[in-house]
């Protein structure tokens, strides 16, 4: 397998968001206790969330080989550019590494990590792979890649057990819910083809573009209202301006959802999904900055 090859396994474009998670809440946590800024461990962490993404790719990949052969069949594995053997090796050398590079931050993030290998796989694999089961497959997603990233970005600052990583967490899985939806648009010939029940299968995409649409919109407006309530602490007007700013951004991704619910004709997927990830990356960021100006 070449470095070009592995580097598409990969996925890079879902990279930045799991970054940005680590990076603004160790800031966060780090501003909203005055305290020093530990950048050893704030990189060792990066590099285990950076691993961990990689692994749950890979994974996904493998169990999701049929359905890509419809969908993606440019990706390395349908396209012959890798081997089964060499995906699971990929895999297990890349989920090793996360696990490792967790232990070497604290205990707190090492079990954010440890709880997150096996919920990713499990939404992937059999037996379980709850990525066939409508609604059950948001929450499962929204768990790791919502509320334990924010919770293990907190972590990783020293702040695991703080009001503000839990309420922010509990926010950012809300938002998944319904906004990991996004990615199934495009993908309902595969999906359906392999038994995948996703919304717009089991809905069609009109409907389910409706029932997404709110969650890419009102957890952001939850930012202010929980600043208001006492919840967040940091500075009050820039959770305003920040949730403002990605309710705004939300609502163009629900705009161009509810307009063309099946994407592009070209399969590829749909405006939303991007967007969906351009929001999660400037949360993460935005909140750390929000805490910066406190």
Same mark, same amino acid.
């Given at each position: 397998m070449t470095a070009s090859v592995f580097w598409r396994m990969l996925r890079p474009v879902t990279l930045p968001a799991p970054v940005a998670g680590v990076i603004g809440?160790?800031?966060a946590a780090t501003f909203h206790a005055d305290a020093p800024i530990h950048v050893w461990r704030i990189a060792a962490a990066v590099a285990s969330a950076l691993t961990l993404t990689g692994a749950s790719n890979i994974v996904n990949q493998i169990a999701d080989i049929e359905t890509d052969r419809i969908n993606?069949?440019?990706?390395?594995?349908?396209? +012959?550019e890798v081997s089964m053997r060499q995906a699971w090796l990929s895999f297990v050398a890349l989920g090793s590494a996360?696990?490792?590079? +967790?232990?070497?931050?604290?205990?707190a993030y090492f079990a954010c990590i440890v709880f997150t290998l096996p919920v990713t796989v499990s939404y992937s694999m059999p037996p379980l792979r709850f990525k066939r089961l409508p609604l059950i497959a948001n929450m499962v997603i929204a768990t790791p890649r919502g509320l334990l990233l924010v919770?293990?970005?907190?972590?990783?600052?020293?702040?695991?057990?703080?009001?503000?990583a839990w309420v922010l967490g509990a926010l950012a899985w809300l938002y998944l819910v319904g906004?990991?939806?996004t990615k199934d648009f495009a993908d309902v010939k595969g999906d359906r083809a392999t038994g995948c029940r996703t919304l717009p299968i089991l809905w069609g995409a009109k409907r389910a573009a409706w029932f997404v649409a709110p969650f890419l919109v009102v957890p952001f407006l939850g930012y202010p209202a929980a600043a208001s309530?006492?919840?967040l602490d940091g500075n009050r007007t820039g959770w305003f301006v920040l949730g403002g700013a990605l309710a705004a951004l939300g609502l163009i991704a629900a705009a161009l959802l509810i307009r063309n619910?099946?994407?592009?004709?070209?399969g590829r997927p749909h405006p939303a999904w991007g967007l969906m990830y351009l929001q999660l990356t400037f949360a993460?960021?935005?909140a750390a900055a929000v805490y910066a100006a406190a």
């Open positions: 809440g160790a800031l993606r069949p440019e990706r390395p594995l349908p396209a +012959g996360a696990v490792v590079l +967790g232990a070497m931050v604290n205990p919770v293990a970005g907190w972590a990783a600052g020293g702040g695991f057990l703080e009001r503000d906004a990991a939806t309530l006492g919840w619910p099946n994407g592009p004709d070209s993460h960021v935005g």
